[in-house]
């Protein structure tokens, strides 16, 4: 049996550990300081808690934590593998630019460790359904079999370090760029009082982009505050001089803005979701409600006022 140690009990990895688990997987994590939700999620996935030195004589070790941790947990895990001679295979799956991932395989420098850069895209895997892929590059054409074997859609990209944490950065940032900028500009047209104008042209002439957003917008709420520093990694992975770097540092703001606000009064949270409900099927307004409220009767004196998001 193989024995795979999950560190991080987050929705993804704790879901990742029980799909390994489940398909015959020797599993466990280390659950030192963690809240007692990640604990109780832990324990209701039957993933056993060890110590660190005990992760080492695990097969394989996947580290899926907030890109904010993942060069801190690799050189905690690359201490002990070098002073305990650890021989085994380290994958970091995170969602980290290729020159951080670099760093992480520093960190396991004459420890013996075979280190893999790793991508999960798409959701935590559920019983029953598709996905999420996780793409392995570096030296990983016989874990990739493994991981397999165990439940999970693990996919070779036949490159060195950097290409699966590369293609991370460049799917992020087209995906969650997007939510970032959509958040923005619904912002800035509530603000001008625009808001019913925009869902009506959105309904009308993107409504497959605003089906997406209706759900995307608001899955990221509670999301932001790890989306923070990845869009700060993918502003590395562009580089300092690169225009669209900027982009990102603004990205980074934006989802640091919507973390505090989900902490908080959730006010702006409470503007996006009532301007997405405008654009949905029950919610819906054609063109003429958004710009005079349907008032073209004979007796009209023309285009009435429209309250935005922040007078309603």
Same mark, same amino acid.
């Given at each position: 049996?193989?024995?795979?140690?999950?560190?991080?009990?987050?929705?993804?990895?704790?879901?990742?550990?029980?799909?390994?688990?489940?398909?015959?997987?020797?599993?466990?994590?280390?659950?030192?300081?963690?809240?007692?939700?990640?604990?109780?999620?832990?324990?209701?996935? #039957?993933?056993?808690?060890?110590?660190?030195?005990?992760?080492?004589?695990?097969?394989?070790? @996947?580290?899926? $934590?907030?890109?904010?941790?993942?060069?801190? $947990?690799?050189?905690?895990?690359?201490?002990?593998?070098?002073?305990?001679?650890?021989?085994?295979?380290?994958?970091?799956?995170?969602?980290?630019?290729?020159?951080? $991932?670099?760093? $992480?395989?520093?960190?396991?420098?004459?420890?013996g460790t075979i280190v893999l850069d790793g991508c999960i895209i798409g959701g935590p895997p559920e019983?029953?359904?598709?996905?999420?892929?996780?793409?392995?590059?570096?030296?990983?054409?016989?874990?990739?079999?493994?991981l397999v074997e165990y439940g999970l859609d693990a996919r070779l990209i036949d490159s060195g370090l950097?290409?699966?944490?590369?293609?991370?950065?460049?799917?992020?940032g087209i995906n969650k760029g997007l939510i970032g900028l959509a958040t923005t500009m619904l912002l800035?047209?509530?603000?001008? #009082?625009?808001?019913?104008?925009?869902?009506?042209?959105?309904?009308?002439?993107?409504?497959?982009?605003?089906?997406?957003?209706?759900?995307?917008?608001?899955?990221?709420?509670?999301?932001?505050?790890?989306?923070?520093?990845?869009?700060?990694?993918?502003?590395?992975?562009?580089?300092?001089?690169?225009?669209?770097?900027?982009?990102?540092?603004? @990205?980074?703001?934006?989802?640091?803005?919507?973390?505090?606000?989900?902490? #908080?009064?959730?006010?702006?949270?409470?503007?996006?979701?009532? @301007?997405?409900?405008?654009?949905?099927?029950?919610?819906?307004?054609?063109?003429?409600?958004?710009?005079?409220?349907?008032?073209?009767?004979?007796?009209?004196?023309?285009?009435?006022?429209?309250?935005?998001?922040?007078?309603?």
């Amino acid at each position: 049996m193989t024995k795979i140690a999950v560190i991080g009990m987050g929705a993804m990895g704790s879901a990742v550990a029980r799909t390994l688990l489940c398909s015959g997987a020797e599993i466990v994590t280390h659950l030192e300081g963690r809240s007692a939700q990640t604990r109780e999620r832990a324990t209701a996935s #039957g993933i056993k808690d060890a110590d660190l030195k005990a992760l080492l004589a695990s097969d394989i070790i @996947m580290s899926i $934590v907030p890109p904010s941790q993942a060069l801190a $947990v690799a050189e905690q895990i690359g201490r002990l593998a070098r002073a305990e001679k650890s021989v085994g295979v380290f994958i970091d799956c995170n969602a980290v630019s290729p020159e951080t $991932v670099a760093k $992480v395989a520093d960190a396991f420098d004459q420890s013996g460790t075979i280190v893999l850069d790793g991508c999960i895209i798409g959701g935590p895997p559920e019983p029953g359904k598709y996905g999420p892929r996780l793409y392995v590059s570096g030296a990983a054409g016989q874990v990739v079999p493994v991981l397999v074997e165990y439940g999970l859609d693990a996919r070779l990209i036949d490159s060195g370090l950097g290409a699966a944490s590369g293609l991370k950065m460049s799917y992020a940032g087209i995906n969650k760029g997007l939510i970032g900028l959509a958040t923005t500009m619904l912002l800035a047209a509530a603000k001008s #009082g625009a808001d019913r104008a925009l869902m009506s042209e959105l309904a009308e002439s993107q409504p497959q982009l605003l089906a997406k957003l209706s759900t995307s917008i608001p899955d990221m709420y509670p999301k932001a505050y790890r989306w923070v520093a990845e869009m700060e990694e993918i502003a590395a992975f562009l580089g300092a001089n690169a225009p669209g770097a900027r982009v990102f540092d603004g @990205m980074a703001a934006v989802f640091q803005k919507m973390a505090v606000d989900n902490s #908080g009064e959730q006010g702006l949270a409470a503007s996006l979701s009532e @301007m997405l409900a405008m654009g949905s099927p029950e919610g819906s307004i054609n063109r003429y409600d958004a710009l005079s409220n349907g008032n073209f009767d004979a007796g009209s004196n023309g285009l009435g006022a429209v309250p935005n998001a922040s007078q309603r």
